[in-house]
């Protein structure tokens, strides 16, 4: 397992820096200037200083390394370039730790929601509970976060008048967005559970526990889960990388000062460093995320081993 | 079973302790007064930001010698408690007062000088500090050639030290071989000392001592007191800066000297300012504390406003405006600014080029209908815009309303000037595109214009879009056929939305030039200057022979006064000779001037409408609240 894990550590260190590199280069091929104001033009001294101060004024070449070297020996992502006042672990600092209790939060959701819901159907497959379940989850996944998210603060907020509508700071108002976060996720997850379920339970081995006349609920928890939740746990390796960097649209809607904005606003305002920053704690994340699951996959799965690769 | 079940809910509670973990309540107790400040702000250094949300926090934090009127934007005195100015308009004195502060939080550190101006100003022209608005004070005498000229020095000095030594990007960086240090910090004071005997020499910026800053300007202004307002010119504190470099905005360093000290600042959620014990005027200083919030979302800012999460919402969905309107009539204001939003022609390209060029545009001007626009696309109160100066301009009448005809009338010689440009019926016409920045709002109002042309010219353009960075490069590189734009005013004054449009100007970007223009730009800069000298009046009145009874008068004026007031008219009046050439020639196409539409409580006091949407936080205070005795001095 270790020489498995140590395996995996080194392929990881190789794609973050494909990872990085690919996107240190495309970010800055793209048209357009990270200091161009809004409706005046800069002027060129000011300009030149800017760039060397951001070394933009060396060959690219040149910037990777040095960008490379500062963060390896000195830990220092960089300066925003937006936010001229921060710097890269700064913001990231102060940023990520928000994504991450409110992405560990909607996971949380996601998984029990969507599990739960994804067994009753599965286990009562084309009754009004599967059909009621799924429609759900159809739902689920084809509404925009951004429909969800309003359609949350309208019941929660404006008819029921519980749960404040946006903002940052208190156990209340966390609930709904990491709910609207969570709802995808969780529709998603259901349907994974209900065709795993279904299909483990269409087995030899469930036939043989039935006519030994075991109740429902144990054939399914004791025999049919783990089998029925192996397509969940591969899923999950993304969806909780995704989902604990935080999502643009509901960190906009519920105001919450995460990171996940910065992915799309940090290309926008062709904030280089920043966007290199994002690039590898989301990199690194679904990395270190996806290792966790094959893990857990060899666990749960006895077909698997860790030299079956 | 036991174990998938335990399984399962370890996982569950492995989630549940990692929240636990990362998740920090943080529940202040609320702040007297809080405000949706639109957008997280890149700075909070004056001399680095430009934009209107950082505007906000700087009118809280800093105080410059003036402070807008919040309503009528005259200005008051701020650090300066009184100025006097030189009969020839060209020498301000102003007069600091002695009870203005540096503050750390609560700690009271030392007082504003004059001294701090003249290091605040300099570090605004430096080439190291890399400020957006330099430019502003190109009105005082000698600036801008002390910037070029420092500029390059300073540019051949990091040049060569950069080679010499790869990690010296500025002045103020070191150079990492240790063997290199003295030498480059020997070479540094040098620069320096050579940069203070230059700036000493060219630039009219003296402390004649602590209290008394002389400032001699390029021409007469008449709006410099307006632009002493404003918070490029604010202050900042040598010491702080020197010893935190960059980062010296930090909430535990920053150096302030405003009527609201920075209390907290999360990064992209809030900004508390409480109010500064030490501030001199802080009886008139209506908060207690105030909270901007960093909401993006304008709908989110709406719901904010309605659960009475914030008090004043500077910034509104546009789609929303008429629910908002009848929903919330007291709480809603709407008010003209100084913006305009127009279509650069790009005048070297055809159809734009030459006296046909300029007849196509007429047309697709006449063609447009401003008020149908305004009405069905807009929606947000807009005002027509037929000129590039918005009205409200204090003393200025702006064009007259020549050449707008009727609807109707308007479509009819839009045809007959296309047919005199050689596309009669839009024939021949040939493949024009209109560029905007990708946004909803810009898309909606092409396409209305584009369908405005097609009805009424039987032309058609293409529409295309690019997302900010890449439209901003294609402009200044002239790389269009017509280009969407907008113009935010600098100060009140019409020059501000007319000098940009001079030959080969920095912000011209569209290839136009007239000299009689350039002419009209130039002696309204300086109408003393231009009519004592013979040849140059002489010129004058050959160029505005019908000005000839106002200059008569005013050079045969005695008093100084009046004789001043004289001149700020003439001035006025050759600036409008300059915006009807623009009228008229139209290098632009302009659209509208936008309006802002905001909601603040009705009950809050010392925040109005105005042209330039500024606003200090300084005059905010409930009604209910019992004013505190005048300090003196905001008269």
């Keep these: ?309 | 079973m036991k174990q998938n079940l335990s399984a399962l809910l370890l996982f569950g509670a492995i989630l549940l302790a990692i929240f636990a973990a990362f998740f920090r309540s943080s529940q202040d107790e609320p702040a007297e007064f809080v405000f949706v400040n639109s957008t997280e702000p890149q700075t909070l250094d004056p001399a680095k930001m430009t934009g209107q949300p950082e505007g906000r926090l700087a009118q809280a934090l800093f105080e410059g010698l003036t402070t807008y009127h919040p309503k009528t934007l005259e200005p008051l005195p701020g650090v300066a408690k009184r100025w006097e100015v030189s009969p020839d308009g060209r020498t301000y004195t102003f007069h600091l007062r002695q009870d203005a502060y540096w503050v750390r939080g609560t700690e009271r550190l030392s007082r504003v000088t004059a001294h701090d101006f003249v290091y605040s100003w300099q570090r605004l022209l430096n080439p190291e500090t890399a400020s957006n608005y330099g430019y502003i004070l190109f009105y005082v005498k000698g600036t801008e050639d002390y910037k070029k000229a420092e500029s390059k020095r300073y540019e051949a000095f990091v040049k060569k030290w950069a080679e010499e030594d790869s990690s010296i990007t500025s002045i103020d960086s070191l150079p990492k071989d240790a063997s290199k240090v003295d030498s480059f910090k020997q070479a540094r004071a040098q620069f320096l000392e050579q940069r203070q005997r230059d700036f000493q020499k060219t630039v009219g910026l003296r402390a004649l001592d602590d209290d008394r800053l002389q400032v001699v300007l390029r021409s007469p202004t008449p709006y410099f007191l307006d632009i002493t307002c404003f918070y490029p010119l604010f202050p900042v504190n040598r010491k702080c800066l020197e010893e935190h470099g960059l980062f010296w905005t930090r909430e535990d360093k920053i150096v302030t000297n405003g009527p609201f000290y920075l209390e907290k600042w999360i990064f992209n959620d809030r900004i508390r300012l409480r109010r500064s014990p030490n501030y001199w005027d802080r009886d008139n200083v209506g908060m207690e504390t105030i909270d901007a919030l960093a909401v993006e979302e304008l709908t989110t800012a709406l719901t904010l406003y309605v659960k009475k999460q914030a008090d004043w919402v500077p910034q509104l969905p546009l789609s929303l405006i008429r629910g908002i309107q009848s929903q919330l009539e007291d709480d809603y204001h709407n008010h003209a600014s100084l913006i305009v939003y127009f279509y650069r022609c790009n005048t070297t390209r055809e159809p734009f080029k030459g006296e046909r060029g300029k007849k196509v545009r007429q047309a697709l001007s006449l063609a447009v209908n401003r008020k149908d626009l305004i009405d069905n696309v807009t929606k947000a109160y807009e005002q027509a815009a037929f000129s590039v100066v918005p009205p409200g301009i204090p003393g200025y009448s702006g064009v007259p309303a020549m050449a707008h005809p009727e609807a109707s009338e308007a479509v009819k010689k839009a045809r007959a000037l296309l047919a005199e440009a050689g596309y009669p019926d839009g024939k021949g016409f040939p493949k024009v595109t209109l560029l905007y920045n990708t946004s909803d709002r810009h898309k909606q109002i092409a396409a209305a214009i584009q369908n405005f042309w097609k009805v009424n010219l039987n032309i058609h353009i293409e529409l295309t879009n690019q997302e900010w960075g890449t439209y901003i490069d294609s402009v200044h590189a002239m790389n269009f056929d017509m280009a969407r734009a907008g113009w935010i005013g600098d100060y009140t004054d019409p020059n501000t939305f007319l000098d940009m449009w001079i030959t080969d100007g920095d912000q011209n970007e569209t290839g136009w030039s007239s000299p009689i223009y350039d002419r009209f730009i130039e002696y309204a800069g300086d109408i003393p200057g231009t009519l004592s000298d013979p040849g140059r009046r002489a010129e004058f009145l050959k160029d505005l022979p019908d000005l000839k009874p106002f200059v008569v008068r005013y050079t045969d004026e005695r008093k100084a006064d009046e004789r001043r007031r004289l001149g700020a008219h003439l001035r006025l009046k050759v600036l409008q000779r300059a915006d009807e050439i623009v009228a008229d020639e139209l290098p632009v196409i302009p659209l509208f001037f936008y309006t802002t539409n905001q909601l603040w409580r009705p009950k809050l006091e010392g925040l109005y409408d105005n042209l330039r949407d500024t606003h200090s936080p300084k005059f905010f205070r409930w009604k209910s609240k019992a004013k505190g005795s005048p300090a003196g001095g905001s008269k």
């Design chain 1, 1 to 309: 397992m270790i020489e498995f894990i140590g395996r995996r550590l080194a392929w990881m260190v190789l794609t973050l820096f494909i990872i990085c590199a690919g996107s240190f280069f495309l970010v800055r091929a793209a048209p357009g200037d990270p200091f161009g104001q809004e409706m005046k033009a800069l002027n060129p001294a000011v300009k030149a200083q800017l760039e060397r101060e951001y070394r933009l004024d060396k060959p690219k070449v040149t910037q990777f390394a040095l960008w490379l070297r500062d963060i390896v020996i000195y830990g220092d992502f960089g300066r925003s370039m937006k936010y001229r006042d921060k710097s890269v672990n700064e913001i990231i600092g102060q940023s990520l730790p928000r994504s991450i209790a409110l992405g560990s939060l909607a996971l949380f959701f996601a998984v029990y929601l969507g599990l739960i819901t994804g067994l009753i159907a599965g286990a009562r497959q084309n009754t009004a509970w599967d059909y009621g379940a799924m429609s759900f989850a159809v739902l689920g996944i084809s509404l925009p976060s951004f429909v969800l998210a309003v359609l949350l603060i309208w019941v929660f907020s404006f008819t029921l008048n519980v749960l404040p509508p946006a903002g940052w700071g208190s156990l209340k108002q966390v609930l709904l967005p990491s709910l609207a976060l969570s709802l995808p996720y969780a529709a998603y997850i259901s349907r994974l559970t209900r065709v795993g379920l279904i299909e483990v339970l269409s087995n030899d081995f469930i036939r043989t526990a039935e006519a030994k006349g075991l109740a429902e609920h144990v054939i399914i928890i004791k025999h049919a889960l783990r089998g029925a939740i192996l397509p969940v746990v591969s899923f999950l390796g993304p969806a909780a990388a995704s989902i604990a960097v935080g999502s643009l649209v509901v960190e906009k809607i519920f105001f919450i000062p995460g990171l996940g904005q910065f992915f799309v606003k940090a290309a926008l305002n062709r904030d280089y460093y920043l966007v290199m920053g994002t690039v590898i704690v989301y990199s690194t994340m679904l990395c270190g995320f996806n290792l966790v699951v094959d893990i857990a996959y060899v666990l749960l799965d006895p077909r698997v081993n860790f030299d079956s690769e």
